[in-house]
Structure formats: C-alpha cells, structure tokens
T-cell receptor
C-alpha cells in the first residue's frame, strides 16, 4: 500500500479565516513533507518532518504552521493567508534514510483558494 | 539548486519515442523521476543512484551519468497514457528533493 491521503480535496477560505489541511499515511514512513505547487510549476518544498520532529523549514511565512501529532499524521494550519497562497498543497512521505533522499510518495493534494 | 530539464514540451504521435533530459550544476547523488497528470498527484516512476546505473520498467527507462551530472528518461513506443508533465528531482541532502521545471508530454493518437 503506497497511499497517502489528504483532506479536504478543495478548500476556499477568506484572508481572516483559520483552517487546517490534513495528511495521513500508513506505510510506516517516518518522514513526511509539505509541498506547495502553483499552476504549471514544480512542487516546492515547504516543510520536512523526520521522526515527528521538524527538520527542514524552507523559510515559509509564519501564516503556515505545520504539526506532526504522530508518525502517521501531518497537519498544516493556515491563518491570515494571502490570495497568492492559492495553490495545490501536496503531502508526501518516505523513509528517512540518513544522508540520502529516499523515494517520496505523494498524496492527491488539497486545492486551496484564498479569497 | 534547481535542475534543468529539456525540452520544456514535446508533442508525439502514439508509438513514437521521446527522451527527456535533466542536468544539474551540482554533484548528483540521486535522481528521481515523476509523472504528473493534470489535477493529480505526482506519481513516482523510478529513482537512480550515483554509479551510472540504468533502470527501466515496461517501456520507460532512465540513465544516470554522474560525471556529466545528468540523467535522461527514455519513453519507447509511447502510449496515450504517457501524457503528462514529467519532473526530475535531485536529492540535495537528507530528505530534500528539488524538482526541475518539468517537461510537458502530449501524445496524440
């Protein structure tokens, strides 16, 4: 089973709203990722959690707040977003091999629109 | 540092072959190939590790030349289902994958 699930599939929010994106995997992976993808662009890494600890933050604005409650779950809390934050948000998971980037499996994404 | 893919777009007829290239100005330790269809998640195709290996499954294969710091993806006798955007990703440290800008492949009947 190489499935990563994400909810919701679509989300529309105002600039003053607070919302959360959720991601779940049951492959026993101990590294989980958030990516942002704009139309016709590649996925851009936002955050990496390794063994439930934040290991990479690619200078993401504080209006995005990640959380990893356990080894299977990853959340992305959103607050006071801007219209330019509208994008496809992808979650991925992999095994955290030391010093090496292992295969990452992606979820279907959440299509976020900020009004 | 973002790898560079070429070409940016390819249009083929069903049954034709295609090559997509991925190059980096930094030393490569691993190259990951993904295909993404419109509105869907990127799907893993294969990973190549330094050592100049070549991999393949079905009619899709790839090579990795670490001396030239480049990888190539070969699609043979293309099928309609091969349409999509192909991304190469280079491993840059533990768990950090940086994607190229993508190559859009269109297969016409």
């Amino acid at each position: 089973d190489t499935e990563v699930t994400q909810t919701p599939k679509h989300l529309v929010m105002g600039m003053t709203n607070k919302k959360s994106l959720k991601c779940e995997q049951h492959m026993g992976h101990r590294a989980m990722y958030w990516y942002k993808q704009k139309a016709k662009k590649p996925p851009e890494l936002m955050f990496v959690y390794s063994y439930e600890k934040l290991s990479i933050n690619e200078s993401v604005p504080s209006r995005f707040s990640p959380e990893c409650p356990n080894s299977s779950l990853l959340n992305l809390h959103l607050h006071a977003l801007q219209p330019e934050d509208s994008a496809l948000y992808l979650c991925a998971s992999s095994q955290p091999v030391s010093g090496f980037t292992d295969t990452q499996y992606f979820g279907p994404g959440t299509r976020l629109t900020v009004l | 540092q973002q790898p560079v893919q070429s070409p940016q777009a390819v249009i083929l007829r069903e049954g034709e072959d295609a090559v997509i290239n991925c190059s980096s100005s930094k030393a490569l330790y691993s190259v990951h190939w993904y295909r993404q269809k419109h509105g869907e998640a990127p799907v893993f195709l294969m990973i190549l590790l330094k050592g100049g290996e070549q991999k393949g499954h079905d009619k899709i294969s790839a090579s990795f030349n670490e001396k030239k710091q480049q990888s190539s993806l070969y699609l043979t006798a293309s099928q309609l289902s091969y349409s999509g955007t192909y991304f190469c990703g280079t491993g840059q440290g533990a768990q950090k994958l940086v994607f190229g800008q993508g190559t859009r492949l269109t297969i016409n009947p």
